[in-house]
């Protein structure tokens, strides 16, 4: 019933056409192929590619690893978000694996003039002239970085482990966001199997540094540094619901009301609220009481869900999942956890609820709004 996700602390693209330029700073992250005009001698064309990197704090997934999931069954996810897209086919597909040798993000940007060379690039970990990425005699289980034979100057593109990759494929109508499953990287480095140095995100090998022109593909995500609400994030969810309705009544009549409680309407983005839902039916059946029957809570049944929607974009920025959002409930009603350091400080989002009641599936959302503000 938890949701959780983590923002990078450092990413950057690195191209082979400029092998020594720093972008650590850019809004766009891109993972594409294209020519560089005028680097050979015999057609004046030479195949190129970019790939980009994300890194997120250790101690963060630490944090989330081992004092919020425990034993309980959950996944991680790296989530990028698509600004643009040039020549996508239906046979591209991306990968994604953990880097094996430390980088520095650095403050350039894609061609800036005159260059800045002051972090991670093609041939460069730490800044121009320092720390080669590994081009040969890579370590048991780690390769990378595509030799460029007729330019050898520019070798170079990162070094990564081969156990690692995951991959995503698209077709003419898939979702252009990437989503990666990332939860074995994410257990190599909480188990200190291998260290923490994040991701490079490429197209596969066999569509980088094609020789067409009309096979060029440009994949464009927004970076941390963009000023949307869509940088990458490493998200995690598990299930640690409870079902204990004690001596609460399941509803189970339509129509019925489902109210929101424990909202006080702005939350910090560090905040963790605990959202109570009061149901009862519409109409009520007819008892003697001493008080009023529209006050007695009700539980709802255990197939019930929440999502978390962007107000202003009508996106879902937690949507739906039948195991990793679903509703608990204890003596006192339905409950859930949100984890507010997940959602874009300075925007206002609702809750949808889920539940089906006598066959029907039904969605409520009545006014359930809230803001998170900066802390």
């Known amino acids: 019933m938890a949701v959780y996700k983590i923002f990078p602390s450092q990413d950057a693209t690195i191209y082979s056409a400029y092998p020594a330029m720093n972008t650590g700073l850019d809004e766009i992250l891109e993972a594409s192929t294209n020519f560089k005009i005028g680097v050979t001698e ?91 990425w590994l081009t040969s005699g890579f370590g048991a289980g780690s390769t990378g970085s595509y030799n460029l034979t007729t330019n050898p100057s520019s070798s170079g593109g ?12 698209f077709s003419y109508y898939s979702d252009l966001d990437l989503s990666f499953n990332v939860k074995s990287i994410v257990e190599y480095w909480t188990g200190s199997v291998w260290p923490n140095y994040g991701f490079i995100v490429r197209q596969i090998e066999s569509q980088e540094f094609v020789n067409s022109i009309y096979e060029q593909t440009t994949l464009k995500y927004f970076s941390r540094d963009t000023h949307t609400i869509y940088p990458p994030c490493l998200e995690f969810k598990w299930d640690d619901s409870v079902y204990n309705t004690g001596s609460l009544t399941v509803l189970n009549t339509n129509p019925a009301t489902v109210l929101l409680a424990q909202n006080p309407g702005v939350f910090y983005d560090q905040s963790i609220n605990i959202f ?58 339905s409950y859930f956890k949100l984890y ?26 009545d006014n359930y709004s809230f803001k998170v503000v900066n802390g």
């Not at 839902?277 to 008080?291: A, D, F, G, L």
């Not at 929607?309 to 920025?317: A, H, I, P, R, S």
């Open 42 to 132: 015999t057609n004046g064309e030479y195949p190129q590619a970019s790939r980009f990197l994300v890194q997120f704090d250790s101690d963060e997934i630490t944090y989330v690893s081992a004092s919020l999931i425990g034993t309980a069954s959950w996944t991680a996810n790296l989530k990028l978000f698509v600004a643009n897209n040039i020549g996508l086919s239906n046979t591209t597909t991306v990968a994604v694996n953990a880097i094996s040798q430390s980088w520095n993000m650095g403050t350039g940007r894609y061609l800036n003039d005159p260059e800045t060379q002051n972090g991670v690039s093609w041939v460069w970990r730490s800044y121009s002239g320092s720390n080669a």
């Open 158 to 169: 990162g070094v990564w482990w081969t156990g690692s990759q995951a991959s995503q494929s």
């Open 276 to 333: 109570r839902v009061n149901s009862r039916p519409t109409y009520p059946p007819e008892v003697w009481q001493t008080s009023s029957i529209y006050i007695t809570n009700y539980a709802l049944p255990a197939e019930s869900y929440y999502a978390i929607k962007d107000l202003d974009t009508n996106e879902m920025v937690v949507d739906f999942d039948t195991t990793y959002t679903k509703l608990s409930c204890d003596t006192s009603g």
């Open 340 to 365: 507010m350091n997940g959602l874009e400080p300075e925007r206002y989002y609702t809750v949808l609820i889920q539940t089906t009641i006598q066959g029907s599936t039904m969605v409520f959302n």
